[in-house]
């Protein structure tokens, strides 16, 4: 049966880093003027919702990553009435806004902690996770911190330590403590009177730590991180109370969306956090991660439905502000063929489909060739193993002037060098570019709502070089089929007589695919 168009649902989540999507005041840093004045851009695209990255005050040490204000925003993005603008001029566009929300931890400078630490006796101390040594004043179990090193920090001044499952500046609060959970709660009751439409949860399954704090169990691994079970630390059953008590204030307010990242979770795990009385969504990395190979991306995609109640639904990435870039990881050079496979995939394939920003124009990672070159912690502690993320997090290319018309100043990280003959401008007056290319993907999957919420149905099983797949909903059926190789290959249309839906041709029997070609048919009545 049809549904009506839902945006989160249906439409398309395009994400922005803000420090480097477009720069209004020429400081350097990208901004919410910026991003308002590229909002004529996004609607043209075809977007539904933007997701941001943290705007929140911060210390930056995580770069957003660690909040020391909730109900705020931080100066170098602008002010809370720029944030009010951007809601009404998106609105205006048919735009909705996603909050990135950071409620695992705080920065060690938001007051709550300094408040936490300045004594035992503080009204505030529980709100953290404070253990006292062991007898050999050792931490109080074995766990570890995933950007490196234990995951407890002593504090001579208490003479007790406070856990932090990522930098020692970003303590883990103890959702455990009532007046915690209900100042958190509280988050997403003022944003939604903001107007904010949705909200993306970071590592959200990691809120609750066993209450005994048992050490995990050792494996084997490289990093002390990874030589851990992460049975304690990671995924409690109090989770699922809570996202009920989420789920209940997000419905008091009209079509909203609350979408979780969950942290070492497989799919099934994931998929319990998703549903009627939990979450819309969360994020399954698999997908994202996976090498150029066409049976890779369908059995993720697969596993990853079956995994989800009758009332979930999927989403899929390509990209974040995590991880190198898609063109990065699968095109050769500046070679745009594998980017337009990958676009197609993304925007086809049963789920709600995120694009970071830039990936619509094939943006690469900036290179990092030395440790001096590295803004992002963790890649500077890893290094050369890791490098950091600074890569993919490089400014926007918006056309070939200095900085790529980010900003008149010398940009936070630097442009790709390549922004000259890659940005916005060149692929918007260019029909055959690849930002030309996704905005017509966007266009049939806006007009077939068999592309949007049909049903998913492999046409080859174990594919070696074509990806193909039916998308069903009633009687429209939509014929999605990508040439993962490098050579033509023949491909034999199901039963029936077809319209290509890139170039207006009919075709039934059997077609030959070019190298890299995208081809989509629609069964013709």
Known sequence: ????????????????????????????????????SKLDYLQELGIDAIWLSPINPSPDVDFGYDVSDYNDIDPKFGAMKDFEKLIREAKKRGI??????????????????LESKSSIDSPKHDWYIWRDPKPNGDPPNNWQAVFGGPAWEFDPELGKYYYHMFYKEQPDVNWRN??????????????????????R???????????????????????????????????????????????????????TYVVGETFLADAEHTATYVGNDKLHAAFYFEFANNRWHPTRFLNSSLKWDAALSEDAWPNNFLGNHDMARPA?????????????????????VKGTPYIYYGDEIGMRDIPIRKKSDVLDPIGKRFWPIFKGRDGCRSPMQWDDSPNA???????????????QQRNVAQQQSDPDSLLNFVKKLISIRRAEPALQHGDFIPLVEEPRFILAFKRVLEYDSVIVILNFSNRN????????????????????????LKPYQVQLFKLMS
Not at 11 to 36: C, E, K, M, T, W
Not at 97 to 113: A, E, K, R
Request: proline share 5%.
């Open 328 to 348: 990065t990881r699968y095109c050769f050079g500046e070679d745009d063929r594998r980017a337009r496979v990958a676009a197609a995939m993304l925007l086809m």
């Open 178 to 199: 009532p007046q915690v959970r209900a100042a958190m709660l509280d988050v997403f009751r003022f944003w939604l009177k903001k107007g904010v439409d949705g909200f």
């Open 489 to 512: 290959h023949d491909f034999q249309l199901p039963e029936g007589a077809y319209q290509s839906l890139m170039d207006g041709s009919s075709a039934t029997g059997t077609i030959n």
């Open 96 to 113: 909705h806004i996603i909050l990135d929300l950071v409620l695992n931890h705080t920065s060690d400078q938001h007051p709550w902690f």
């Open 405 to 419: 018309g980010f900003s008149l100043a010398d940009p936070w990280l630097p442009v790709h060098r390549n922004y």
């Open 201 to 255: 949860l970071d590592v959200f399954n990691l809120y609750f730590k066993d209450e005994a704090l048992r050490d995990n169990p050792p494996k084997v691994g490289i990093r002390a991180f990874d030589q851990q079970e992460h049975i304690y630390d990671v995924s409690q059953p109090e989770m699922y109370p809570l996202l009920k008590e989420i789920r209940e204030i997000m419905d008091g307010y009209k079509e």
């Open 1 to 36: 049966m049809k549904k009506e168009f839902l945006w989160w649902r249906d439409g398309i989540i395009y994400q922005i880093y803000p420090r480097s999507f477009a720069d209004s005041n020429n400081d350097g840093i990208g901004d919410l003027g910026g991003i308002i």
